[in-house]
Every structure is written in structure tokens, then in C-alpha cells.
């Protein structure tokens, strides 16, 4: 048998190639994805997971190694521009599961500056608050996506206008101790120049302006 019948000789590659051009085009988004400021490679991918829903707990993009890795330091610096510095606050709290990863983020964030940043995560089994304690600390809330709609989200029924599950939220917050400055979230659906957010203690009727923190807006995403 001789060489040639034996081995099938390889063919030279063709750029006409389904397979190439298919290689070669997915090489070309990853760099556009990577020549992109953090900001707008956040917004691709929320815009990518948002696409045709009318809500998403966005835990596609949260744990995608490209979002996990910039969304903690774009909370912290949209925080910041809000006028609420790292060092303004002790700790950051997932209001519901869906915003324990952003709540982790921000953990890791603040510690690769050289910041001391501890997290909670509301829960309705006892303890209600899980993690360091935040007796006598200042917090912010967070969640992953806030809209004047109502969405059922994994442990929360949260509207802005409203307050509904968000002011029984804060009220459990404010009777351990603490101070909660803001509620910020990664998706808001408020259009609003300084977006607020009344919350109403259950306890004592007390009514509280909080204001309201977002990444992004819906409109800006869609």
C-alpha cells in the first residue's frame, strides 16, 4: 500500500471555510468585546441577557467571568459618583439572592483597593440578616434589577413606588442598629433627574426618603 492511499492527504486551509470564517468571527467579537471600556462591555452583556424579557434575575451575566470580574467596581464607582465614597459606608446588602453575586463583587472590589467592605443578604428564615453584624453601621441596599413594575423576584415582591417587601426590608435593616444610606441597584426602571424611593416603617408608620441608586436605567437598555 503505498503513502498516498494510506494517509489522506490535508488539504490547504480555505479562508472560503465555513469553519474558518466562523473562528475568525468569533475572534473579532472577543476583540471588540475587550477593546471596549468596562462599562460598555457591562452594558453588552446585560443588553445580550435582557434581550426580549420583560425581567431577568441576570445571573447569566453575574457570573460570567467578564461581568463578575468589572460589575463590583462599576457599583462602587457609580456609588461614588451618587456621592457615596467606600469610605461612606461599612457594608453592602443583597436584598434578594438574585444580588448576592453583587454584593460579593463589591466585596472583592473594595479589598483590591485597599478597603474594608463587609456584606449581608436579607433572608425571611431567622436570622433575617446574614453575615457581620451591622449593629451600628452604615449600609446601602442592593439589588440586581428595581423596576416601578412589580416582579416576583427569589425571596422578594419589590416595587419602588410602592415599597412594598423593600420597606419591611428596611425596617428589619434599621432595627439592628444600622443606617441605611441608599439603595442602589445595578437596573433601575426609574426615569427620574434624583430618583427616590419612599420606604414606610411597618412597625411605627414612620415614612423615609431613600435616595436610589442605578447602574444602568431600563430605558438606556432596551
Known amino acids: 500500500m503505498t503513502e498516498e492511499n494510506t494517509f489522506r492527504r490535508t488539504a490547504p486551509v480555505s479562508a472560503q471555510d465555513p469553519a474558518v470564517r466562523s473562528d475568525a468571527a468569533s475572534t473579532e467579537s472577543t476583540v471588540d468585546f475587550a477593546m471596549l471600556e468596562p462599562r460598555d462591555q457591562l452594558k453588552t452583556l446585560l443588553q445580550a441577557e435582557m434581550k426580549d424579557k420583560p425581567f431577568s434575575e441576570l445571573s447569566s451575566v453575574l457570573f460570567d467571568h467578564r461581568g463578575a ?3 463590583g467596581h462599576i457599583l462602587l464607582d457609580t456609588l461614588e459618583e451618587a456621592g457615596y465614597s467606600v469610605d461612606d459606608f461599612d457594608a453592602v446588602g443583597a436584598l434578594t439572592a438574585a444580588a448576592v453575586p453583587l454584593v460579593s463583587a463589591m466585596i472583592q472590589a473594595a479589598a483590591s483597593r485597599g478597603e474594608d467592605l463587609n456584606g449581608f443578604v436579607m433572608d425571611f428564615v ?3 440578616i ?4 451591622i449593629a451600628c453601621k452604615r449600609v446601602v441596599l442592593i439589588d440586581s ?3 416601578e413594575k412589580s ?3 427569589t425571596s422578594s415582591l419589590v416595587t419602588l413606588r410602592n415599597g412594598n417587601e423593600l420597606s419591611l426590608d428596611f425596617s428589619v435593616v434599621e432595627n439592628e442598629g444600622a443606617e441605611v444610606l441608599a439603595v442602589a441597584s445595578l437596573i433601575g426602571g426609574v426615569d427620574m433627574v434624583d430618583p427616590t424611593i419612599k420606604v ?3 412597625v411605627n408608620g414612620e415614612e423615609s426618603q431613600l435616595p ?9 437598555l432596551h
Open 151 to 153: 416582579y416576583v423576584q
Open 145 to 147: 434589577w428595581l423596576s
Open 130 to 133: 446574614k453575615g457581620p453584624s
Open 126 to 128: 431567622y436570622p433575617s
Open 69 to 71: 470580574s468589572i460589575v
Open 200 to 202: 414606610i416603617n411597618p
Open 212 to 220: 436610589f441608586v442605578e447602574v444602568f436605567k431600563e430605558s438606556e
